[in-house]
């Protein structure tokens, strides 16, 4: 029997286009936190940043199992942000890229949208998505489109086989307008292999130098297939929410 961590350095090796996979600058580890920023390609031996290849999943610690919506909502604005300086994904100065919300558990109200700054109209919502099945396939058909900027589903429930699918859905290539993939799983899933880019451990979590609890998630990669996990401060961080009442609780973020 092969080794598990055979298997993933195996996988590694298959999967070529990781290293040259544009990568998103990570909202908690930017100067100005929850501001859009770009990072093109990678240098070598140095690879920032979230790479827009494959899946990445979220896997939550806390008193309730619910979705890191701020984490996500501060990505996908960092996403919309980046199209404002990379070609529209087909001819048309108005090219129609979307970004896709799968599953009801993660889609978040319209108030919080606009709270982050993005635009109703270019947000697409698929809460009758119930089923893992119905969800993968979902993922996939947004994925591969070529008009979803970035794809944030209920992994909930998915097999290795299926997370496997969604990561081959997701991987970048070349010609190809890159895909932020965010699939968030529950905490029953935190021992599920997988064949996901990344898995990170979120938790709510009090600003200790503030008067009062204010609503922040703690964010640590707890995996990298690139074998980043647990180096540099990229990995291991703190996401505020935006104007945060100081009576908030920490995990009702972006209720």
Known sequence: MIAPELLDRLALLQDPWQHHAPTL???????????????????????????????????????IDAPPQHAFLSLVAAACGRMAHAPPPSDGPDAAWCVAWIGAAVIPSPVVMRRHGLDLARQVTVPGARTPAERLWTFEEAARSGRCIAVIVDGSSWSAAMARRAQLASSWQAGRMPVLALAWRPQRDALQRSACTTRWAVQPMADPAAHHARPAWSIQAVRDRRGMAGHGPALHGSLHEPGGCGHARPWSIAS
């Open 25 to 63: 600058e990570l909202p908690w580890a930017s100067p100005s936190v929850g501001q859009a920023a770009v990072v093109g390609r990678a240098p070598a031996g140095e690879r920032p940043g979230l790479p827009l290849h494959g899946v990445h999943e979220w896997v939550l610690h806390g008193p």
